[in-house]
């Protein structure tokens, strides 16, 4: 299957993280859950290189839960909400804030306008959102984008299968990304992105 290789991926990257602890919304039932039998030999292609101590303090203290090593993320293809395909790796040498959301979802509708507020403060040094919706049309999703005037990029993931390899089981689920495309850390619930704790945070990475 198209996704099968990173699937294999996803269950070797994410059982590093540890669970959040802030407001989510569990994923409906319809996302797949990730199994595989056997990982076979592929799993190889995972490497991880050790992750910057002060980063990872800093990362915990402002709610990210972290790997142990900093670890690449799993690629995809998905369509924007103008029908064209994008790749998370389209977005390398940005840091990206990859987000996974659902407009019924209470706290990711909470977090939207934050997200849209650091989006336009940093998107000119290099800070992309990349929001992932899970399991809604383009219709639905635009809809909510045009009643919240979000700018940032968004994708639809209707059949669940990224946010199920990314392990987003409640959501909002959001990743950082430095711009080696590398996992920093994961934040499950919405956060005030735009507090000075969060945008100092994001500018220290940035000037990575």
């Given at each position: 299957?198209?996704?099968?290789f ?5 269950i070797?990257v994410?059982p590093?993280?540890s669970?959040?602890t ?5 994923v ?6 990730a ?15 050790p992750?910057n ?9 402002a709610?990210?839960d ?5 670890l690449?993320s799993?690629?995809f293809e998905?369509?924007?909400l103008d029908?064209?395909?994008e790749?998370l790796?389209?977005?390398r040498?940005?840091v990206?804030f990859l ?7 209470g706290?990711?509708q909470s977090?939207?306008p ?7 403060e940093l998107?000119?040094?290099g800070?992309?959102i990349?929001?992932?919706d899970?399991?809604e049309?383009?219709?639905?999703v ?7 005037g979000l700018?940032f990029p968004?994708v ?10 990314y ?11 430095d711009?080696?495309?590398n996992?920093?850390g994961?934040?499950v619930?919405a956060s005030p992105?735009e507090d ?5 945070l994001f500018r220290?990475?940035?000037?990575m």
């Open positions: 299957k198209k996704y099968a990173l699937i294999i991926i996803s070797l994410f590093a993280f669970k959040g802030k407001e989510a919304e569990p409906s039932e319809s996302v797949p859950a199994e595989v039998a056997d990982k076979g030999e592929e799993a190889e292609a995972v490497v991880s290189q992750l101590m002060d980063l990872k303090v800093k990362l915990n203290r709610g990210f972290t790997p142990k090593d900093t690449p799993i690629e998905l369509f924007n029908g064209i395909q790749k790796s389209d977005y040498g940005k990206v987000n996974f959301w659902a407009t019924w979802c706290p990711c977090e939207m934050a997200m849209e507020s650091v989006y336009k998107k000119d040094d800070f992309v990349l929001a992932v899970l399991g049309d383009q219709a639905k635009q809809s909510f984008a045009d009643e919240y700018t968004i639809l993931d209707e059949t669940n299968a990224v946010g199920s390899m392990n987003a089981q409640s959501i909002p689920t959001t990743y950082l990304l711009r080696e495309g996992i920093l994961r934040s619930g992105w000075e704790q969060y945008m100092t220290e990475i940035l000037d």
